[in-house]
């Protein structure tokens, strides 16, 4: 189980990743979200929304949630196999250093320039090694 609290903005979601393949690679898993949503056919969540004025450069934290707390086990554990586990925190979106500098010097960003982010938080890993 892992808590994560906020510093302003709410949070998304949170994922374990997971690699037990004694390959370096991951496996992601939605474990705890905010609101009411639900994953579609593909199992993928859909996005938590976006309250993020892009103009004047600001958001408000009516979306996602101020904690999440979920306890997670392994579906995939394989005791003799070698594994690391660590826990990503998304935030909802919130203004990129982008739309603040085009507010504050009252320019117009190219169209490919992203105006938006979503924040992650990583925890540090907890490695498994099996018994010999």
């Known amino acids: 189980m892992s ?3 906020p ?3 709410n949070i998304d979601r949170k994922w374990f990743v997971v690699d037990a393949s004694g390959q370096t690679h ?14 579609d056919a593909r199992g993928k969540l859909p996005p938590v929304g976006d309250t993020v004025d892009v ?14 707390i979920k306890v997670w086990i392994d579906p995939e554990f394989d005791p003799l196999q070698r594994a690391f586990y660590y826990v990503r925190v998304l935030e909802i979106p919130t203004p990129r250093w982008t739309a603040y500098d085009a507010k504050y010097f009252g320019i117009k960003m190219p169209p490919e320039v992203p105006m ?8 540090s890993p907890i490695w ?3 018994e010999k």
Not at 26 to 39: A, C, L
Not at 55 to 68: D, M, R, S
């Open 3 to 5: 808590t994560f609290v």
């Open 7 to 9: 510093s302003g903005k």
């Open 26 to 39: 991951e496996k992601i898993y939605d474990v705890v979200w905010s609101g009411d949503r639900k994953r």
């Open 55 to 68: 103009p004047n450069a600001t958001y408000t934290n009516t979306i996602g949630a101020t904690e999440l």
């Open 116 to 123: 938006k982010l979503q924040e992650r938080a990583y925890t």
């Open 128 to 130: 498994y090694t099996p």
